[in-house]
């Protein structure tokens, strides 16, 4: 129990139910997919939700019987009072922050750009901080500042109902025939998909191995891996590509050869390693034919374009699979490994490559 993360939660209400009810199909906010997210990163010691609770009547007795405490914001006689909750979040959570040490990760629903000078305090102060929020409502400026982001919309149990096609449209258009056809575009989980592509999370994955790498001169546990994707992009995800787990995406890679698993110190915590040898000598070769192809007589071939050239006869050809952030630097690793020689034109202003002479 005391290796586990002990964690605050914090909710501002009104801005994850409107969220929901207005972008995610009118549906209701569920504290369920939260709860069971956390359940997973460590104990929640604390439960509060901010909000004029006079608007929420039903959601209370669902809080209530999730153990929340409910800090009350009332509006007075119809004057706004938008950043109340706000401020008596930030500095209920900063009192915890200062009074309770054993606290190590906080969990903020919101996402209010306002809270970002608050997130990065916390983060000062060395707690780890995670955000929630409906991904439609949530400022570009939160997710970065946090360890880590959670889509409200992506979380498991989270069951978006079907978009209406009435909204937002004149009366007669929404009396028209061509109404079920609305509903037709509801094939949004392809276009994510393909938005979250696998061959760029292997060029992600092979990239922070090889400066992982690079740094820690030897092979990279998993964990690591995985935190320091968060870091890059604190809303990463392994689900959203469709991998149940980090470990089962790690071994999906490996079995296209995009890194390389071993046993590590501690037990379902695999070391990670970047082929040395294989795929990376194999597109060396592939460079070093391609430019003897198009040397012809020997003369030498310009950078510029090269790319595409090894893509005709490789299509699946990635420098950054390889663990290279541009094809410039694997064409200096190839230099340096003897399959071609690199050297700067001043009169092309280009780099020109030629093969050289196995022996």
Not at 207 to 215: E, F, I, K, N, Y
Request: charged share 30%; hydrophobic share 40%.
């Amino acid at each position: 129990m005391d290796q586990e993360e002990r964690i605050a939660l914090f909710l501002d209400y009104e801005n994850l139910a409107l969220g929901a009810r207005d972008h995610l199909g009118g549906m209701t906010f569920e504290l369920r997919p939260i709860a069971d997210a956390l359940a997973e990163r460590g104990r929640v010691v604390v439960r509060r939700a901010y909000a004029d609770w006079s608007y929420f009547d039903e959601d209370r007795r669902m809080l209530t019987r999730s153990h929340v405490e409910l800090i009350d914001i009332p509006q007075r006689m119809g004057a706004s009072r938008k950043n109340a909750a706000d401020i008596k979040m930030a500095v209920d959570a900063l009192e915890l922050a200062f009074e309770r040490d054993y606290i190590s990760t906080f969990v903020f629903g919101t996402g209010d750009s306002d809270f970002t000078p608050l997130v990065h305090k916390l983060r000062e102060l060395n707690k780890r901080v995670i955000g929630v929020g409906v991904e439609r409502t949530t400022s570009a400026l939160l997710p970065p500042a946090c360890d880590e982001f959670l889509f409200y919309d992506r979380l498991e149990g989270v069951e978006i109902p079907p978009t209406r096609a009435r909204r937002g449209r004149p009366a007669k258009a929404a009396e028209a025939e061509p109404q079920p056809r609305e509903r037709e575009p509801e094939p949004q989980p392809a276009a994510d998909v393909s938005a979250r592509d696998v061959d760029a999370l292997a060029v992600l994955v092979a990239q922070t191995v090889a400066g992982l790498q690079r740094s820690a001169s030897g092979a990279v546990a998993a964990s690591t891996i995985k935190r320091t994707l968060l870091r890059k992009d604190p809303t990463f995800n392994e689900a959203d590509y469709g991998f149940r787990a980090f470990g089962e995406l790690l071994r999906h890679l490996a079995e296209q050869n995009v890194v390389e698993l071993t046993e590590g110190h501690a037990k379902g915590d695999p070391d990670v390693t970047l082929p040395e040898h294989g795929d990376r000598e194999a597109a060396f070769g592939l460079l070093r034919s391609v430019v003897l192809d198009l040397a012809g007589g020997g003369s030498p071939v310009a950078l510029s374009g090269l790319k595409n050239q090894l893509r005709k006869v490789r299509p699946d050809f990635s420098e950054k699979k390889l663990g290279y952030r541009s094809f410039l630097q694997f064409c200096r690793a190839a230099a340096t490994s003897g399959a071609v020689d690199l050297e700067w034109s001043s009169d092309t202003e280009d780099y020109l490559l030629t093969a050289r002479t196995q022996t």
